[in-house]
């Protein structure tokens, strides 16, 4: 258990849709990262959040939109969804504000997201 | 903008043998971090193991172990003993270094090399 938690495990849609995927970082964490991948492909960065502010931003589409709130747990949104959306969009956490840091990336067990 | 590579798609190897995985990056930065990550079919992601670019010696994680060529920016991952659990894609990651004031930086991944083990 990595200590990170993605809701919902599984989602399915039609197109056009809005969807909203949360995560909550390991305690202590103050940057979250969010992932996708696409059937047997690699992972594509999309965004990172520190500490409430966005820092770096990937192949994010502009119908994908992403915040980090104060209690540091993290949202994605991805709307007018499309079928090349169906995707696994992983969340990971890092920087942890009471022990070192390792460099690691702890990831979230994914959400899987099926558009129809 | 930093890269990885990973030019084999798919390795097989038989149970109990030796088998290497490869992968190549591409930084002008002299310190940074390095990652094998494991993903099963369960599609979690699982750290394998760590290298810190300024450390010369190789990491060692009980059966896994890696070879870092830092001049050839060579990063490969070498399983010993190959158990039907290693069955996995694997993917190489590449990390800049922390920086305090804009917070961490993300991984950059490679496509992966899906390991199958022949019993």
Redesign the interface.
Known sequence: DSGVTQTPKHLITATGQRVTLRCSPRSGDLSVYWYQQSLDQGLQFLIQYYNGEERAKGNILERFSAQQFPDLHSELNLSSLELGDSALYFCASSVNRHTANTGELFFGEGSRLTVL | AQTVTQSQPEMSVQEAETVTLSCTYDTSESDY?L?W?KQPP????I?VI?Q?AYKQQNATENRFSVNFQKAAKSFSLKISDSQLGDAAMY?CAY?S??MII???????????TRLTINP
């Open positions: 971090y990652f990550y369960s599609r979690q992601m750290l760590r810190e993917f990390r270094p922390d804009q917070g961490a930086q993300k991984l950059v991944f490679g496509q992966g």
